[in-house]
């Protein structure tokens, strides 16, 4: 078995190949300040060999859900190293997962003075949860200035600063999912005239910035990369252009020497899908980490193939906190019982019993 040997990430030693995917808890305050059960949540988690804390905002504009948490100002630091020291003295190992929501959130939900921001104004369909309006639709973003754009590659980077004083082990910048940077990417949310819009070269150019801006603030083995590029709902991107920007993305990101690169899918799996990942993983000589759904043999199958590096598994996490103890053992996995996912405080948080102690009740 390789899914349980200790791997070195880049010089931070993970007790195994299992990572805790970044998960959606919603369990932030009003003010986006991450709360005290999320410490213990995620030092229930830590023997698995790293955790990728939920998506966190770099900024008051990015903030777009309900009581998901940010990373921008001193207090938050503070909050945040409660929660990285509670992991660390579990002899675990935790990155922060950085996630601006551009165009998919509502006003309602941002500080004061904030906005809803986004490469172009068009706005996503759907609609999400608000503080006071109940469920709306997507708010229509405002285009972003070329000024606005800069500022906020700044944010992504003065987040990661600021996530290596909060106690993080790294960073990892969400790309994927249709969040702030895939607004940029995919030709639907992105219409531009500037140096970000336009050709392949210039969808690309946010992203590029915000990952060398971040590793000049914190060094590039602490920064790690997660793409989706057939996972984004409400799309339809020609499926040919997909695979050349990725292809082309994945050439530009052998330049830098990233922590890993995380390639996600949820939703309905395209056959597709499986070939861009080996495609990228022939073209990327780094560390990539994969994501979608896997199970304890597929996860072994696709180490064994050499298809990746680590294996990533989210929703199983949260019910299982012991997850990898279940795995290693073949014991059964708790339900996923969807009821607490997004709820406050730790009912369906912190509440899920380990597999031992039901066995001796
Ligand atoms: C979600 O909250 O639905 C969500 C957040 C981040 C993702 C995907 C989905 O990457």
Known sequence: MKLFDPFNLKGLELSSRIAMAPLTRRRANRAHDPVDCMATYYAQRANCGLIIAEGTSPSPNGVGYSNMPGLYTSHHVKLWKNITDSVHKSGGKIVLQIMHTGRIGHSNNLPDGARIIGPSAIAKK?????????KQPFTMPNEMGTDEVQTTIREFA????????????????????????????????????DQYGGNRENRIRFLLEVIQASIQAIGSEKVALRISPFSYA??????????ALYKMLAEELNQFNLSYLHLSHMGDAKPVKFELWKKLRSIYSGNLMLCGDFTKDTAELALQNGDADLIAFGRDFISNPDLVERLKNNWPLAERDRTHWYTQGPQGLTDYPVYNSMLHK
């Open 126 to 134: 759907g609609d999400t949860t608000t503080y006071d309006l109940g």
């Open 158 to 193: 003065d987040c990661a600063k600021l996530a290596i004083q909060a106690g993080f082990d790294g960073i990892e910048i969400h790309s994927a999912h249709g969040y702030l940077p895939n607004q940029f990417l995919n030709q639907s949310s992105n219409k531009r005239k």
């Open 234 to 243: 409400d799309i339809d991107e020609d499926e040919g252009e997909l695979i």
